[in-house]
């Protein structure tokens, strides 16, 4: 740009931008929820949600009144506008906390969405002068912070399938089972035992999400080593 006054009417469209984007991320996340009936991760992921933003919000209001000086000029600075900064962000906060919840766990897109619009949020906060790295840390980290104390205080939903969903799915490509039984388990699979219909014995073995990712670790630990 070649004038001051169109490089920052620039940058505010593109922080208005992120911002559009930061209000469709809560709507997103519940309805993927939704269309996999997690219902009650839902209740618990608007309840950290709504909780942390009141949170931080509350912080932004009353912060200024008790922080010290040195700590406030490091939270805030002058925006292109001339005005201060804010010392945190509840958007952020409640879209973080709604977001650590659920984890995002097997949905990768939707994963890499999320995080990747609120990295891009705070990068166009930085551009245009309007947080301060530290404020934003201390909004992220307080929204990771109230997500993940509901998960852990309310509990998640085992994403594991179970033996009964184990024989549906063996069902489903023409493997219908007359016997299953669980046999052992180890840091990488689960085995089963089991018998078709016609009498054929099968061993089974089950490897779930958290298992692969775990196993994939110690797969590099062993080609490091």
Do not use: K
């Amino acid at each position: 740009c070649t004038e001051a006054s169109a490089c920052r009417r620039g940058r505010q469209a593109a922080a208005h931008a992120a911002l559009a984007l930061l209000l469709l991320l809560p709507p997103l996340i519940l309805a993927d929820l939704a269309i996999r009936r997690r219902w009650r991760t839902i209740a618990v992921a608007a309840a950290a949600g709504v909780t942390a933003w009141l949170v931080a919000y509350a912080f932004s209001v009353l912060g200024p009144e008790f922080l010290s000086d040195p700590l406030l000029d490091a939270l805030t600075t002058s925006s292109a506008g001339g005005s201060g900064t804010p010392v945190a962000f509840p958007l952020l906060t409640a879209v973080v906390a709604l977001a650590s919840v659920d984890g995002l766990r097997g949905r990768p897109r939707l994963a890499v969405g999320v995080w990747g619009s609120l990295v891009g949020f705070t990068i166009l906060l930085l551009f245009d002068q309007s947080a301060t790295p530290l404020a934003l840390a201390v909004s992220a980290s307080g929204g990771r912070t109230v997500g993940l104390a509901f998960r852990y205080g309310f509990g998640t939903v085992n994403p594991r399938p179970n033996g009964a969903e184990v024989a549906q799915s063996l069902a489903s490509v023409a493997l219908p089972l007359a016997y299953l039984e669980w046999d052992s388990e180890s840091d990488d699979e689960r085995h089963y035992i089991g018998r078709t219909l016609d009498g054929r014995g099968l061993d089974i073995r089950v490897i779930d999400r958290d298992r692969r990712s775990a196993g994939l670790i110690y797969q590099l630990y062993r080609r490091m080593r």
